[in-house]
């Protein structure tokens, strides 16, 4: 069975520091990685997202990502946050094969919070 | 181009009534899918449509609900019969060509059902 687990729920920070949010996977196919953020009230806005190549993905809003196959992680990172960063993060797993291809498995968020 | 637009935004309900959430995909996406998001926990799949065909409904809960995607309108979740625990948020999603590993997946802003 396949699941996303985010190891944080809350992430509180200050303003300008670096951030990371952790991203894990267990699946018993391949997977293509995408992070989401949501700010209140609102739907889900697609930062990044790995298909394949680069391990490495560059986002929109400073974001980006890295692809590490063995440990089965897809961390989330920017080297210095704002206050319009905090926002609700959620990592999503879809896999490339199988009958479920359809969907997307989210992990359960992480509430990152950015104190001025 | 408009994106993914749903309502109403929120919805009040009665235990037992019925609930209809409506979604519009953006212009040239042929796929639908639905999510849930209970307080505190990420994004559920539960069904994704194409136009006039239900290609995955296994996350739908079994008795009370259906969706529907016809030729010509938008594509409807319905929960009859509501009760407190289907009180969420509900988002739909949009994307060109569902079976493509590369689709990002467009989110609307969601409905939010209470029920009280």
Known sequence: AQSVTQLDSQVPVFEEAPVELR?????????????????????????????????????????????????????????????????????????????????????????????? | NAGVMQNPRHLVRRRGQEARLRCSPMKGHSHVYWYRQLPEEGLKFMVYLQKENIIDESGMPKERFSAEFPKEGPSILRIQQVVRGDSAAYFCASSPMGQQSYNEQFFGPGTRLTVL
């Open chain 1, 23 to 116: 991203c894990n996977y267990s699946s018993s196919v391949s997977v293509y990685l995408f992070w989401y953020v949501q700010y209140p009230n609102q739907g889900l806005q697609l930062l990044l997202k790995y298909l394949s190549g680069s391990t490495l993905v560059k986002g929109i809003n400073g974001f980006e990502a890295e692809f590490n196959k063995s440990q089965t992680s897809f961390h989330l990172r920017k080297p210095s946050v704002h206050i319009s960063d905090t926002a609700e993060y959620f990592c999503a797993v879809r896999l490339d094969r199988g009958s479920t291809l359809g969907r997307l498995y989210f992990g359960r968020g992480t509430q990152l919070t950015v104190w001025p």
